[in-house]
C-alpha cells in the first residue's frame, strides 16, 4: 500500500479497462441473488464507486462484514458502468477487509442525522457526505487564500498564538498561565480540580499576564513596516459566551497588511480577494457545492455567481443609514447614525436596494477599533466593511492610524493599557508609513460558499462554551 495509489476521485476519471484496485469506507450494500453491489468512498471526492461483486467472488461469511463504515479494499477491472451518474465502475475479483464496523453501533447509519448529532461524534462525521463536502470546500478555500497572497507577492507571516496585548480592546481573551495545579479526582471525588499556585503574574511563566490572541493584526503590521505586502491565516480565540450559530471560541484568521496603502487600495484588496476565491472554488469544487444547492442553500450557485460577476458598489456609512432610515422598513433593530449596522440592514442594502455587494467606508470611530484611520471631521475613521448578498458583512478592514500622537491620543481616550502597547507605537516613532488591511474569518467565508447555517459545522473540531471535546 503506497500513497501514491489511484483514489477513487481517479478511477471515476478512468477509461474502462484494466487493473485497479480501490480503497475506502462502504457507504451501503446492497444483495440480490447474482450480485452485491458497494457503494464506496475514499473522501478524495463527492461521488461514490460502485463495487460489483458476482455471487461467489468472495465467501460469505466475508460479504457479511461489508456493512456500513467498514474499510475495505477491492481488486477488479474498471468496467463501463450502465447506471445513470457514473461513467465505470469496479467489477471485483478480490476482497481485503482492513477495518470491521459492528453495524449495531456503528453511528453513521444509512438513515439522515441531525447536525446536533453529528457534532457528537466528530470523528467520524467527515465520512457522511455533507461534511465530506464541506471539508474538500474548506481545503480548496485554504489553497485559494494562499495561492491569491502569493502571486501577488505578500509574504505569509506566522504570527503568535500568545500575546501580551488585546487587539480589539473587546477584553473578551483567554488567559495562558502556569499559576494553577490540576489536581486529578480520586475514588472519592467526581471530577478534578485547580489550586492557584500564586496571584503574582511576575510568578507566571511569562512574567506577565498573557493571553490567546484574538487576532494576528497587529504582529503583522510590525512585518508590513519591513516587508510591505504580508498576510496571516492562522488561529484565532474569543472567550465570549455566546451559543449562537455564528461564534465560535476558536476559528481562524485571514488578515492580509500593505504599507503604502490607503483606504482605496484596501477595498480593491478585499473586491479582487473575495472574487478570487469564490471563482477558484466554483472551479474546482462543482460536485461539492451542487450538493449544498440542493440539500441546504437552493440560491447558493446563483449567489456565488453573482457576486463573482459584481463590481461592488461603495456608499459612506451616513449614506447608508440615510438609505436605511427612509426605506419605510420595520427593522427589528432601529438605525440611527452612530450605532452599528445588523445583519437585517446589510442584507436590506446588498439584496433589496442595490443588488449586489456593497462596500461601506467612513463609520463612527465610537463603534470602531482604537487603531484606524481618523477623519478629518473627527467622528470617523477610514474603516470599511464588504458586504454580501444572503449574509451580510463579510469582511472588516480599515486604513490604520500612522500618526503616533493621534493613536497615543485615542489609547488614552478609551482607557487602554498604553505600556502594552509599546512596540505597536514605536512602529510609528520609527519610519511610520500608510498602511492598511482587512480581516475575514475564515469559517464565516466557508458558511458563504457552502451555505452551512451555523459556524460549528464548518470548522473540524468546534470550540464553544462548555464544548472542548477531541
Known sequence: MDYRRRSIRDLLGSEPGGG??????????????????????????????????????????????????????FEGILVESPAAGQTVELKATALELLGEADPATYPLQKKGATMEFLREIAHLKVRGNTFGAVTRVRNRAAWAVHSF??????????TPIITASDCEGAGAMFAVTTLLDHESPTQDEAESTFRLKSTDPGDDFFGKPAYLTV?????????AMGLTNVYTFGPTFRAENSNTPRHLAEFWMIEPEMAFCDIEGDMNLAEEFVKEVISDVLDNCGPDLD??????????????????????????????????????ENWEFPVSWGSDL????????????????VILIDYPKDIKAFYMKQNP?????????VLVPRIGELIGGSQREDDLATLEARIDELGLPKAAYWWYLDLRRYGSAPHSGFGLGFERLIMYLTGMKNIRDVIPFPRTPGQAEF
Open 20 to 73: 485497479a484496485e480501490a480503497y475506502g469506507w462502504v457507504k451501503t450494500r446492497r444483495d440480490s441473488k447474482e450480485v452485491s453491489f458497494v457503494q464506496l468512498n475514499d473522501g478524495s471526492c463527492f461521488q461514490d464507486l460502485q463495487i460489483v461483486l458476482e455471487a461467489g467472488t468472495v465467501a460469505d461469511d466475508l460479504l457479511k462484514k461489508l456493512s456500513t463504515g467498514a474499510c475495505v479494499r
Open 291 to 328: 450538493f449544498f444547492n440542493q440539500r441546504i442553500e437552493p440560491e447558493l450557485l446563483t449567489t456565488l455567481r453573482h457576486v463573482v460577476d459584481s463590481g461592488f458598489e461603495r456608499m459612506t456609512y451616513s449614506h447608508a443609514v440615510d438609505l436605511l432610515m427612509k426605506s419605510g
Open 342 to 357: 445588523q445583519s437585517e440592514h446589510e442584507r436590506w442594502l446588498t439584496e433589496k436596494k442595490i443588488g449586489k455587494p
Open 149 to 158: 497572497f502569493q502571486s501577488r507577492g505578500f509574504s505569509w507571516i506566522h
Open 377 to 385: 471631521d473627527g467622528k470617523t475613521v477610514r474603516a470599511m466593511d
Open 215 to 223: 487576532s494576528g493584526q497587529l504582529n503583522v503590521e510590525s512585518y
